[in-house]
């Protein structure tokens, strides 16, 4: 499983990455993660490959890894572990990714996961079309995902939604709380829409508590703005287990994006742990959750509608027990071990099927990287 972007570092992808690594594990595949990593790997199966670099990337900055030396090490790890199959995700992401693709070492599946609007894929479509055919299969998380790749790519996609681990959810210890709490999990970014959640906190009573997870290149300025408003709790990064125990342990779960959201994990993680969810009525939040069944969605950017639904759930014991009952019969059709499962039905077909790259493509790209990164050829 090849990832682009810095596997410590919490993202949607890495979160995909790492939890289907360890279901295929548990399953009984041998399956490995290779990536960036910023620090010590943060499981014994992660193959390290250097360092990120930040890079601006769909609203957003990516810690993505572009650098010779890293692709030297993908190649390096790829030659010497011999994979019977290699699964990448973003697969034109700069990076161990593409290299990969390059390569081409064993038959390939490439997951899409963006969608909304890439401005790489209108420069470089006339390439980016000749290299996606050199996946055996696509994936897309969802139809939008889908849609994006598709306008501009073309190509046949399978739709396999993102999973997530329910078991290891619902075996986390409740994190305690006092009052009413809410729980915001994200980069601290415009199109998150934490300043909206922020500026919402202003209308709602006085007993209410919000936990903020993540950070972000607004944290500054926005922990300065609301450094006043003591019911806030700025928590920073947090590990997969403590965020399972505030998800758990909050009152309600709250997801204010603004705008490019392909898919809503997080939001399948929240009704997994029985916690009632609010969010931004974005259409990939809307491929998981349905209004007034197993969370509310207002307009994204407005801030009354965001206050008054969190108000309904907070002061609504009936409808919040609703939409956790809901939530929880949802969270079932996306586990990780059905995603998994799908997962390997695709690498057995694709075993007997694909093609890899003749020797000489790898040579000619071993030296080209040797050379950018002033290696002895």
């Known amino acids: ?150 306008t501009h790519l073309g190509g046949d996609y399978d739709i396999l939604f993102n999973g997530v681990e329910i078991e290891a959810i619902g075996e986390a210890r409740p994190t305690p709380t006092r009052a009413p709490t809410i729980l915001f999990i994200g980069r ?3 199109r998150k829409g934490l300043a909206v959640l922020l500026r919402a906190m202003r209308s709602l009573p006085d007993d209410v508590r919000l936990w903020v997870a993540g950070d972000g290149p607004d944290s500054p300025a926005l922990r300065a703005e609301h450094a006043h408003d003591d019911r806030v709790t700025w928590l920073g990064r947090i590990s997969d287990g403590e965020k399972f125990a505030r998800l758990r342990g909050a009152t309600v779960f709250c997801a204010p994006s603004l705008h490019g959201e392909s898919f809503g994990v997080v939001l399948i993680e929240a009704m997994a742990a029985g916690t009632p969810v609010v969010a931004s009525s974005l259409d990939g939040y809307q491929n998981v959750a349905t209004h007034d069944v197993d969370a509310l969605l207002v307009a994204p950017g407005d801030v009354d509608a965001l206050s008054a639904a969190l108000r309904r759930v907070l002061d609504d014991a009936a409808l919040a027990d609703r939409l956790q009952r809901a939530g929880r019969v949802r969270a079932t059709g996306f586990s990780m071990t059905a995603l998994a499962q799908a997962y390997v039905e695709i690498y057995e077909e694709m075993l007997a099927t694909a093609v890899v790259a003749p020797p000489t493509a790898l040579r000619r790209l071993v030296r080209t990287l040797r050379a950018a990164a002033g290696a002895p050829r």
């Open 1 to 150: 499983m090849v990832c682009p972007y810095s596997l410590t570092v919490p993202g949607g992808v890495q979160a995909q990455v790492l939890g289907l690594v360890r279901e295929l594990r548990r399953l009984g595949h041998e399956a490995r993660a290779l990536g960036p990593c910023d620090g010590p790997p943060p499981e014994p199966f992660v193959t390290p490959l250097g360092n990120s670099l930040p890079t601006a990337a769909n609203g957003s900055i990516a810690p993505l890894a572009p650098d010779a030396s890293a692709a030297l090490r993908t190649i390096r790890a790829l030659n010497d572990e011999a994979f019977d199959v290699v699964h990448l995700h973003e697969p034109l992401a700069p990076g161990p990714t593409m290299t990969t693709l390059l390569m081409h070492p064993a038959p390939m599946v490439g997951t899409f996961h963006a969608a909304g609007h890439s401005t790489s894929y209108q420069v470089f479509e006339p390439v980016l079309v000749r290299w996606t055919e050199r996946l055996d299969r696509r994936v897309a998380v969802s139809k939008d995902a889908h849609e994006l790749v598709h």
């Open 188 to 190: 601290h970014e415009e």
